[in-house]
């Protein structure tokens, strides 16, 4: 309530030019906040809904709730402690390349109210693997499974990008639960190539096999690798994708990344760049739909996209997600969507 009624028009207000600045500036305080254990049990006793209806276990990792936060929200993973007591099951951090990046020239989030959208441009700024690893040995664990999500440096030639993905996967291996292969932000050029059969194909064989080569070295089991796609992708195109994860044993697809259409806006728009939010939720259904159904429960599907409250977090599971992840709900609605949903998940 408080934050629709005053967090929100405050902060909308002062960033109405660039929303990034009200982005960074609530990053700084929860980078903050990260390092007080005090702050952060009080945060989590006043945000978190726990109940043990919502644990699952969910390729290997043990999960406390299903509601994670979608990847590039934090993407330095400057936050992690403050937003997982804020009562995420989980988080997505990054997009991470291997090499610092600025991204591209700002302003490059834009808000679409009356839709409940966002477009970005973003193109994946990050301090990058090593400045990030040099971060994360120094600072405090979140309590619940963090996923890296990795994509490739924009100076990168194609050619070289399974050497970039793996290059960020043995800096973060240590500090992952989980690993995302980012082949679908519709930001950095080249990218979504990567989801054609072949490229995609070299792509996982090599992250996979490294996560398990990683693994053996030091007696542990691999970490799980993971792809996340694009909702634009036709039938024929999801059936590679699927058929690659199943032979290069993947262990889940996310699905799914923001979308280059702009069916169903209110707002009139011509910024390019990656819509998300309500107008995302149909097709993004759809996609997970598609994909339930073809992967007859081989591997799991995290669902995103448009997910708004309960009714759509429970659609989304219904449609065949085990996990699902929020991220631009959390801008509009505030923290208490996480509650919210999780509380409703519990009911059911
Ligand atoms: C500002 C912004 C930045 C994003 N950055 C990333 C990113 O770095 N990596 C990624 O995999 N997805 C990124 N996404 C996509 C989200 O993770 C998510 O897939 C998409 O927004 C759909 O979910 P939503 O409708 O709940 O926002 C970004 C989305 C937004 C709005």
Redesign the pocket.
Known sequence: MLFKTLIRPVMFRASANDPEIAHHWLMGRMATLSHSQTILKIIEATNAYKSSALERDVFGVHFPNPVGL????D?NGIALPALAALGFGFI?A??VTRYAQPGNARPR?FRLSEDNA?I?R?G?PNDGADAIHAHLSQSPKPGIPIGW?I?KSKITPQEEAIEDYLYSLHKLYDFADFF?V?V??PNTPGLRQLQDKEPLDRLLQAIVQESEAIAQKTGSSAKAVLV?IAPDLTESQLDDVIEVCLNRHVRGI?A???TLARTGLRHNTSESG?L???P??QR?LEVIRYLNQQLQNKIPIIG????FGPDDAKRTLDAGASLI??????IYEGPGIIKRINRELARS
């Open positions: 979608a990847g590039g929200f993407k997505e990054g997009t989030i966002l970005n973003m994946f999500s994509g995302t980012n679908s932000s996340k996310i799914t990344n923001t990656g998300s939010g309500r995302l939720h993004s995103v996209g448009g997910i992840q929020i991220y631009t709900s959390f």
